[in-house]
């Protein structure tokens, strides 16, 4: 586990619990398509180039959500863990299951052209529209 501080979150029935060390948290939020599917609003994420060390991983089920991503949930809860690229070391947890974030700045929306126009945060962020994503962290 690389330095930073530690993080600690797991599901709702404590059947999975996350770790991960970060230098500096702070929430995201993608308003694509699937991921307001997935989570029923935008989702709220920490963003992380590592994997997170998951006790109970036996009851970590996953979902090919597309050619270049899967989706981690607990099979045992439903609650939903990460947001994973295939490729690469890119993951987005949920802010919700750690107790400290909402202590983190909201620093970053990725793909508003997909936001719906019936909620908007107060918050100013750096935004990035979907072109604009692919465009930064395609291979």
């Given at each position: 586990?690389?330095?930073?501080?530690?993080?600690?979150?797991?599901?709702?029935?404590?059947?999975?619990?996350?770790?991960?060390?970060?230098?500096?948290?702070?929430?995201?939020a993608?308003?694509?398509?699937?991921?307001?599917?997935?989570?029923?609003?935008?989702?709220?994420?920490?963003?992380?180039?590592?994997?997170?060390?998951?006790?109970?991983?036996?009851?970590?089920?996953?979902?090919?959500?597309?050619?270049?991503a899967?989706?981690?949930?607990?099979?045992?809860?439903?609650?939903?863990?990460?947001?994973?690229?295939?490729?690469?070391?890119?993951?987005?947890?949920?802010?919700?299951?750690?107790?400290?974030?909402?202590?983190?700045?909201?620093?970053?929306?990725?793909?508003?052209?997909?936001?719906?126009?019936?909620?908007?945060?107060?918050?100013?962020?750096?935004?990035?529209t979907?072109?604009?994503?692919?465009?930064?962290?395609?291979?």
């Amino acid at each position: 586990m690389k330095d930073g501080k530690l993080l600690q979150g797991q599901c709702l029935c404590g059947g999975v619990s996350i770790r991960l060390k970060h230098d500096n948290p702070t929430m995201s939020a993608c308003h694509c398509r699937i991921c307001r599917r997935w989570s029923g609003g935008p989702f709220l994420t920490l963003e992380s180039h590592q994997a997170p060390q998951m006790e109970g991983a036996e009851n970590v089920r996953t979902y090919s959500s597309s050619d270049w991503a899967e989706r981690g949930f607990c099979g045992t809860c439903g609650t939903h863990l990460f947001y994973r690229l295939k490729q690469g070391e890119f993951y987005a947890l949920p802010a919700g299951l750690f107790e400290e974030a909402e202590h983190w700045p909201f620093e970053l929306q990725v793909f508003v052209d997909e936001k719906p126009a019936n909620y908007a945060f107060i918050q100013r962020t750096r935004e990035m529209t979907g072109e604009d994503v692919f465009k930064a962290w395609s291979p």
